[in-house]
């Protein structure tokens, strides 16, 4: 599958109450979540992604709170995908589990400003800076995560397990 | 090839002999745990599976401590959803506000986590009970969700950064000092991914408390689990509650470690984690001026008794400073009332403070001291990121409990040997 749209380019260490602050905690409806994406590092994010859009971060993206009110947040606000140096472990998985892809290229993280027009092909491993005429490669998903992703999530595949055994 | 302790209890888990870094295994888990937070989510999540029952009633733990008691409509509606999931699948662990405590502290008091199990929750600071020699990490609600079907999570086996502890604290410098020093040094990512276990003979001077504090924050460092091994200390602690059967664990000789830390504790002094990553460390006599607002003693970090009778021990007497307002919030209810029973309710109240129900509110900006913009707070709690206790131009310090507490006295941030 290729993924295509615009680049919003964070730091580091950009955090899970930065991306969804605890305030809204009291709620798990996604569009209300989608309403307050990453509103206390970007007010404007939430009004300006289109749909497609990519966040783009530098390391440790996701770091702090298991609220997976983040990526579902993140998600419902549009953003098709999540490219970052590297991941906060507990992001990593529930970014997975929501079926939000996330994928782990520094080098293109690098040569990546806001407003870059991108696109990553996720089973090649390819993602392109159309904006700049650059190309660059990042490692699939691993072996485990398309069999999670196959079977249609974490859900599905505790389901699919159940009836086998 | 030899085994560490995470490594062992992952195996075991596992229905292994040998488990290696970097393999996914599914390992069976002993308890799953949700707030009112992420439970609500993992509930829907359960329905949506068909699932008539959850894999052991004994065995899925509910906790309605973030927005608890009620802060709102909402808040109330979600601890509606766990009390009644509770009562359908006849849970045997539902904690109703006035029995209820902060997670990751009533959970090893109560007795439901043991050396040698293995915990998932719904939180990040799960990772605690690895000061029991438990292996414990943080999940989101659908790993929670799947785990409360089939009783299993699926996980990969972490690379394990060993950091040897010796030398014997000086006064004033607690477990919250050995893990903020330790993640100043490595970094908010420097475990990403990596077990953090504890060794070497600085141990014999960590209590229970101090070593749930430094467990707790793990995930600070970005690790999946922190642990320490099972001592005399573990089995005093441990063979004091209620499910006292246990395996106890221990790291083979010949264990491999991807890398190795030490740290001389006898060489610390209290730390103190400025805006706005727990990183951002400095030690106590290199703060400066820093006038404060708000100062909060609590938290799954730092809301034990012991944490409360140090805060008392430094505030004994003396009086909050005009200028600050500082709230106690002991993490359960045993504690809460081991503070009336020892008389450290009153030190608290006389001084000027305000003594709180257990909640987890003010810790990530829920309820019960929220900051105001431009409002300044020094906190026992465990993070410090933008907005973490409110406005999104207020800022949080992190320190240990006595540090804290002289701050509240002087109104600005100190330690108690400053104070007169």
């Known amino acids: 599958m290729i993924l295509s749209g615009k680049a919003w380019k964070y730091g580091d260490d950009v955090d899970t109450d930065v991306i969804i602050p605890a305030r809204y905690l009291n709620s798990s409806d996604p569009a209300e979540l989608a309403r307050h994406c990453m509103e206390d590092i970007d007010a404007s994010y939430a009004g300006k992604v289109s749909p497609g859009d990519f966040i783009v971060a530098g390391k440790n993206f996701g770091c702090g709170s298991s609220r997976e009110h983040a990526p579902i947040s993140i998600k419902a606000s549009g953003a098709s995908a999540v490219v970052a140096r590297s991941f906060a472990r507990i992001f990593y998985r529930n970014a997975f589990n929501m079926g939000l892809p996330i994928f782990e290229a520094p080098e293109a993280v690098d040569a990546i400003e806001t407003g870059d027009r991108i696109s990553v092909d996720m089973e090649k491993g390819i993602l392109r800076n159309e904006t700049k005429g650059k190309e660059f490669r990042f490692s699939p998903i691993p072996p485990f995560m398309q069999e999670l992703v196959a079977a249609g999530g974490l859900l599905n595949y505790i389901k699919t397990r159940k009836k086998g055994s | ?420």
């Not at chain 2, 995470?6 to 195996?11: F, G, M, N």
Request: glycine share 10%; net charge negative.
């Open chain 2, 1 to 420: 090839m030899g085994m560490t302790l995470t490594e062992k209890i992952l195996a075991e888990h596992a229905g292994k002999e040998f488990v290696a870094p970097g393999e996914l295994i599914l390992a069976k888990v002993d308890l799953a745990l949700g707030n009112d937070v992420t439970s609500p989510i993992a509930i829907q999540a359960f329905r949506s599976t068909g699932a008539k029952a959850v894999f052991d009633r004994e065995r899925v733990v509910l906790v309605p401590d973030h927005f608890a008691p009620n802060k709102d409509i909402k808040s109330a509606e979600q601890v509606k959803m766990m009390r009644e999931f509770s009562k359908e699948f006849g849970l045997a662990h539902w904690f109703e506000v006035g029995r209820m405590g902060i997670e990751h502290v009533l959970l090893p008091d109560e007795g439901l986590v043991v050396p040698g199990d293995l915990v998932i929750g719904a939180d990040s600071h799960t990772c605690t009970y690895g000061a029991l020699c438990a292996f414990s990490t943080g999940v989101g609600s659908t790993d929670l969700a799947a785990a409360m079907v089939s009783g299993e999570v699926w996980l990969k086996v972490p690379e394990t950064l060993r950091i040897v502890l010796s030398g014997k604290p000086r006064k004033w410098v607690e477990g919250k000092d050995v893990i903020l020093h330790l993640i100043g040094e490595i970094g908010v990512d420097g475990a990403l991914y990596r077990s953090m276990e504890y060794a070497g003979d600085g141990l014999a001077h960590l209590p229970m408390a101090w070593r749930f504090t430094i467990t707790n924050m793990a995930i600070e460092a970005g690790a999946k689990n922190g642990i320490f091994p099972f001592d005399g200390i573990t089995k005093a602690y441990s063979d004091a509650r209620p499910r006292s059967k246990y395996e106890v664990v221990t790291a083979d000789r010949d264990a491999r470690y991807a890398e190795e830390l030490s740290v001389d504790m006898s060489a610390l002094e209290p730390v103190v984690a400025f805006p706005h990553l727990p990183e951002n460390t400095r030690p106590l006599s290199k703060v400066g001026n820093v006038p404060v607002d708000q100062v909060v003693v609590g938290s799954c970090t730092n809301g034990r008794i012991e944490d409360l009778r140090r805060a008392a021990e430094v505030i004994r007497g003396r009086k909050v400073h005009d200028g600050v307002r500082m709230l106690i919030f002991p993490a359960t209810q045993e504690i809460y009332l081991q503070a009336m029973r020892e008389g450290l309710m009153e030190t608290f109240v006389t001084a000027g403070a305000a003594f709180s129900t257990p909640t987890c509110g003010p810790c990530l900006g829920g309820h019960m001291g929220i900051l105001a913009k431009g409002e300044r707070a020094i906190a026992t709690t465990n993070r410090n990121f933008v907005g973490r206790m409110g406005h999104p131009e207020s800022e949080v310090y992190l320190a240990n409990p006595a540090v804290a507490a002289a701050s509240a006295v002087l109104g600005r941030i100190g330690g108690p040997e400053e104070l007169p």
